[in-house]
C-alpha cells in the first residue's frame, strides 16, 4: 500500500501538500518533524509533517520527498493544534503560522543565503568531505545561495549538510550577522562602610594627616558627595582632587575608599552569584496572591491591576516559583524584550540559569537551543521570558503564562501574517494545556476589564505603590495661556522649567516625553507653502535635523535637505512641528551644564541601541532622558523625580476609537517612572486642553471613570469589547482597480450582513511603496458567530478572486484589528 504525509510548506498555501513516502519512511515519520521537499519546478523547502496516512492526493501526482531531517517531532502535537487554532482565527494560512513560528535555522530553503561564522575558529579535520566543500567555497565568495552549494557538492540535497555546518557553528544565516553589545564598565568609588558616621570620619582624616595626598582625596570625594548623589566615578575623583590613580588605589587598598561597578552586562547571565530568596511579600501583594490562587483554582484567568511600582513583579515571582518547584515550565510574556533587560536581571537573581530568554533579535543558535531545551523540558529552560513570538516554543508541561503589560498594543502583530494578538494567543496556549494565565497592568485595556468585570477572568488589584512610596503628583499645566502671553520659552512653559530646575539642583533625574505622532517636523516653504513629499507614499517627508535629511517613515525614502523650495525655488524655508529632536536641542540651550540624552527610534535604531541609553540613563550618566514612547514601557529608574509631557494634545487628538483609552494608558504609565523610591515624585503635563476629561481622569488615576466613559462610548458606536471588528485591507498599485475592487467587496459585504459594514476607506497614508491602500471594517457582534463570519467571508472573497481583473489585487485580513 501507498504511503503518503501531509505537508506544511511555510508559504501562504491554502491547504497542506501531499508527498509520497516509503513504507520505512512511513514507520519512521511523526507529526512535527521536518522534511526536505521540492516544490514547484526547482524549489526545494523544509516542510513541516501534518499527519501520515495513505490516500493518494486526487488533483495531483505526489511527489517524493528529499529527505528526512528529524530523527523525533521538534513541534508537538499541542504547538500544532495551537497553531491551527492562530490560522483560523485571525485567517491565515498554517504555513504562515509555521514561517512566523520557527527559527529560520529550521526552515533551511533553496532561498537561503549562507556566510561563512567568522566568530569561530574552524578545525578543518573536524569537517566531512561535505562539509569541507561548502568551507572552502566560502572562502573565496561570502555569500552562497543554497542552489550554488547544491552545485558546488553536486548535489540536491543539501539541507542536512547545511543543518550539521549551523550545528558545528560553522556558517551563518544571511539575516543574522550577530554581536554582542558589552556595556563600558565604568568604576565609581565611594568612601568605606566603616567610614559612614561623622566621627569616624575625623578619625580617618586626623590618621591620615601625614598623607596630605590621600586625605586631599578623602575631603574632595566627601565635597562631591555632598553636592550630589550622584555616584562618583574614579575618573571625576582623580580630576577634581587633582592626584593621581595611585593615590586612589592606595586608599582603596587600605578598604577606606571602595570601588565599584553600577551595571554590567544585562542579557548574559554569568552565573556567578547563587540565587537568591524571592522577596516577602507586604500585605497588599499578599492578598493579591491569595485572590489569584483562589481564581486559579477555578482555572480561570486572571487579571492583576496593580499601580505602577505596586510590585507586581514580585508577585509574579512567587507564582513562578511555585510553578517550577511542581516540574512545570512558565512562560513570561513581555511587549517589547530590549526595553525590559531589567526585568531579566532581575528575574535571573531568583532563577539563575532556570531562565531562557527567547527573542527575534537573536541568533539562530541561541533560537534553536532555546528551542531544544523547551523541546526537551530542560531545567536551562524552565522560565521562558520572551516577546509575542515566544508563545511558539514547544512547551511540553506548561503550568503558568504571565502577560505583563498586557494593554500594550504591541502585543498584536500587525504584519506580516499571522496578525496574532499575542495575549489572546497566550490564552488559548494556556487553555491547551490546562495552565494557569496571569495577565498584570496598572492600565489594563478596556477588553481585559471588562472581561474580568463580567466574571470571565478573575480579578484583584494592588492600589498602593510598595514602600509606601507615594503615587506622583501631577499637574496639568495650561500652555495656551501662555503661549497667548508669550510666556513660553520654545515648548517648555515657566512651571515645568521652575520643576526642571529644582530636580536638577537637588542631582535627581528628568524624563521628557514627547509623542511620536503627529509632531513629526516638516519643512515648509515660507513662500509658497509646499511641503516635500515622499515620491512612493502619500505622506510628507520628515526633517531629520541630526543627519540633515528628509525622511519617509513609512518606506525609508530620504534626500538631503534641500537648499531651495522644490516647487518654487524660495530659499526661505522652515521647519515646522516639533519632535525630540527639537526638545532635545531646547534643553541643551536652556540647561547649558547638564547631560542630555534622547531615546527615539533614531537614537535605539543600532542593535543595542536602546541598552546604550537605558545604561546611560541608569549609571547616572545622563540628567535628562527625552523620549518617545519607548520612554513608558516599564521600566525602573530609582533616581527619576521629574516627569515633563511635553504636549498632551496629539495623543487625544489621535482619530481612532481607543484614543482615549491609550491616552490614558501612557500618561498614566509615563507618569508611573516619577518618584519611585522615598521622595514623592513630580508629572507637569502640558496641554491646550486642561479640561479634557481624559487629563484629569489620569490625575486623579481615575481608571474606573475612564473605564465607563469607553464602554459606553463603545456600545454606542459597535466597537469592541462590545463588538468584534474585521479590517480587510485591499493593497494594489493600480488606483482604479483598487477603488472598484473594494467597492465590489464592500458590495458583497453588505449584502450579507447589512449594516454593520464600514468603507470602503482610505486611511490617513493611502499610498505607501507605491501601492495604494483601501480599508473595510466588518463589525460583527457578540451574539454572531464569529466563525460563520468568517466562512462568509472567505466564500466573498473566493467569488471575488474568480474576477479576472480583482486577481491581483492582495486582500489582507486583520481580525481584531487593533
Ligand atoms: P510594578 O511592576 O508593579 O511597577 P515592581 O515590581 O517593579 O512594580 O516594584 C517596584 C519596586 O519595589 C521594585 O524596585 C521592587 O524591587 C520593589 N519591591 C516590590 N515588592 C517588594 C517586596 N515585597 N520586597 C522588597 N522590595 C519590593
Ligand atoms: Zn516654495
Ligand atoms: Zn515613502
Known amino acids: 500500500m501507498a504511503n503518503f504525509i501531509n505537508v506544511i510548506l511555510p508559504i501562504p498555501l491554502e491547504r497542506s501538500f501531499t508527498y509520497s513516502i516509503t513504507e520505512e519512511e512511513a514507520t519512521l515519520l511523526q507529526p512535527g518533524m521536518r522534511v526536505a521537499v521540492p516544490f514547484g519546478k526547482s524549489k526545494i523547502y523544509t516542510g513541516i509533517v501534518h499527519g501520515v496516512h495513505q490516500n493518494a492526493p486526487e488533483a495531483y501526482e505526489a511527489k517524493e520527498i528529499h529527505q528526512l531531517l528529524d530523527d523525533y517531532p521538534i513541534i508537538n502535537p499541542i504547538q500544532l493544534k495551537h497553531w491551527e487554532w492562530i490560522a483560523s482565527y485571525y485567517m491565515c494560512t498554517l504555513g504562515e503560522v509555521v514561517r512566523s513560528a520557527l527559527p529560520s535555522a529550521f526552515l533551511l530553503e533553496s532561498e537561503t543565503l549562507v556566510l561563512r561564522n567568522t566568530e569561530y575558529e574552524v578545525d578543518e579535520n573536524e569537517l566531512l568531505d561535505d562539509e569541507f566543500l561548502v568551507f572552502e567555497a566560502l572562502q573565496h565568495q561570502s555569500i552562497l545561495k543554497v542552489q550554488e552549494v547544491s552545485a558546488i557538492i553536486e548535489r540536491k540535497n543539501v539541507l542536512p549538510i547545511l543543518q550539521r555546518l549551523l550545528e558545528k557553528k560553522i556558517i551563518v544565516l544571511k539575516e543574522e550577522v550577530y554581536e554582542q553589545y558589552r556595556p563600558k564598565l565604568v568604576r565609581y568609588v565611594k568612601l568605606g562602610s566603616e567610614y559612614g558616621a561623622d566621627d569616624k570620619l575625623e578619625e580617618l582624616l586626623k590618621s591620615l594627616t601625614r598623607a596630605p595626598k590621600q586625605s586631599q582625596v578623602v575631603l574632595t570625594l566627601f565635597q562631591l558627595q555632598g553636592r550630589s548623589q550622584k555616584p562618583i566615578k574614579v575618573s571625576e575623583l582623580e580630576k577634581a582632587s587633582n592626584t593621581s590613580k595611585a593615590v586612589i588605589k592606595s586608599l582603596v587598598d587600605k578598604g577606606i575608599l571602595e570601588e565599584y561597578f553600577i551595571k554590567t552586562d544585562r542579557i548574559n547571565y554569568d552565573g556567578s552569584s547563587d540565587e537568591s530568596e524571592t522577596k516577602d511579600l507586604n500585605e497588599y501583594q499578599k492578598s493579591a496572591l491569595i485572590d489569584i490562587k483562589a481564581a486559579f483554582k477555578e482555572k480561570k484567568v486572571t487579571l492583576l491591576k496593580g499601580v505602577t511600582s505596586s510590585g507586581k513583579t514580585e508577585v509574579y515571582v512567587k507564582l513562578i516559583e511555585e510553578c517550577l518547584e511542581k516540574g512545570l ?16 536581571s532581575r528575574l535571573q537573581e531568583y532563577f539563575g540559569e532556570k531562565i531562557a530568554v527567547y527573542h527575534s533579535k537573536y541568533n539562530v543558535q541561541e533560537r534553536v537551543e532555546v528551542w531544544q531545551n523547551v523541546l526537551q523540558v530542560k531545567q536551562k529552560a524552565q522560565l521562558v521570558i520572551g516577546a509575542r513570538s515566544a508563545m511558539y516554543l514547544p512547551f511540553g508541561k506548561l503550568g503558568l503564562v504571565i502577560v505583563d503589560e498586557e494593554h500594550e498594543s504591541s502585543f498584536k502583530q500587525f504584519d506580516p501574517a499571522p496578525r496574532y494578538h499575542a495575549r489572546d494567543a497566550a490564552i488559548v496556549l494556556g487553555n491547551l494545556h490546562n495552565a494557569n494565565v496571569l495577565l498584570g497592568s496598572a492600565t489594563p485595556s478596556v477588553e481585559t476589564y471588562h472581561n474580568a468585570k463580567t466574571g470571565k477572568y478573575g480579578y484583584t488589584e494592588i492600589t498602593k505603590r510598595y514602600g509606601n512610596v507615594l503615587m506622583p503628583e501631577i499637574e496639568l499645566v495650561d500652555i495656551k495661556e501662555a503661549t497667548r502671553k508669550k510666556r513660553m520659552k520654545g515648548h517648555f512653559s515657566e512651571r515645568l522649567l521652575l520643576e526642571m530646575q529644582e530636580t536638577l539642583i537637588e542631582g535627581n533625574q528628568i524624563i521628557l516625553f514627547q509623542n511620536r505622532r503627529g509632531f513629526a517636523p516638516l519643512l515648509e516653504c515660507l513662500t509658497c507653502g509646499h511641503t516635500p513629499q515622499c515620491p512612493n507614499c502619500d505622506v510628507s517627508l520628515t ?3 541630526f543627519k540633515n535629511q528628509l525622511r519617509c517613515h513609512y518606506c525609508g525614502y530620504h534626500t538631503a535637505l534641500p537648499e531651495s523650495c522644490f516647487a518654487c525655488g524660495s530659499p526661505d524655508l522652515d521647519t515646522k512641528g516639533f519632535g525630540t529632536e527639537q526638545i532635545e536641542k531646547e534643553v541643551i540651550g536652556l540647561f547649558p551644564d547638564a547631560k ?28 535628562i532622558l527625552v523620549g518617545t514612547q519607548m520612554l513608558t514601557k516599564g521600566l525602573d529608574f530609582r533616581n527619576v523625580n521629574l516627569v515633563g509631557v511635553m504636549n498632551a494634545d496629539s495623543l487625544l487628538n489621535f482619530p481612532d476609537y481607543r484614543a482615549h483609552e491609550r ?13 519611585r523610591t ?28 475612564m473605564y465607563r466613559e469607553q464602554l459606553y ?49 482610505y486611511p490617513p497614508v493611502a499610498r505607501i511603496r507605491n501601492q495604494y491602500l483601501k480599508h473595510i471594517v466588518v463589525k460583527v457582534q457578540k451574539v454572531q458567530s464569529l466563525a460563520q463570519t468568517k466562512a462568509n467571508i472567505r466564500r466573498i472573497e473566493k467569488s471575488f478572486k474568480a474576477v479576472a481583473m480583482y486577481r491581483s489585487v492582495r486582500v489582507i485580513y486583520n481580525v481584531d484589528h487593533i
Not at 542630555?596 to 540628567?623: N, P, S
Not at 502640558?686 to 490625575?699: A, F
Open 329 to 344: 515550565q512558565a512562560l513570561y510574556l513581555l511587549p517589547e524584550i530590549a526595553l525590559t533587560t531589567q526585568l531579566i
Open 543 to 545: 526633517y531629520h535635523q
Open 596 to 623: 542630555v540624552g534622547r531615546m527615539d527610534l533614531d537614537t535605539t535604531r543600532g542593535k543595542h541601541g536602546y541598552e546604550k541609553i537605558i545604561t546611560a540613563f541608569e549609571q547616572q550618566e545622563l540628567d
Open 663 to 675: 491616552t490614558y494608558q501612557l500618561l498614566t504609565q509615563v507618569s508611573g517612572r516619577a518618584g
Open 678 to 705: 522615598k521622595k514623592r515624585g513630580k508629572v507637569i503635563i502640558q496641554t491646550y486642553n486642561p479640561y479634557h476629561q481624559i487629563l484629569k481622569q489620569v490625575t486623579t488615576s481615575d481608571y474606573e471613570g
Open 713 to 761: 462610548e463603545r456600545e454606542q458606536f459597535k466597537y469592541p469589547p462590545v463588538n468584534r471588528i474585521i479590517k480587510v485591507t485591499f493593497k494594489h498599485k493600480n488606483y482604479n482597480v483598487l477603488n472598484e475592487a473594494a467597492d465590489w467587496f464592500a458590495g458583497a459585504l453588505r449584502s450579507n450582513f447589512g449594516g454593520t459594514v464600514l468603507g470602503p476607506e
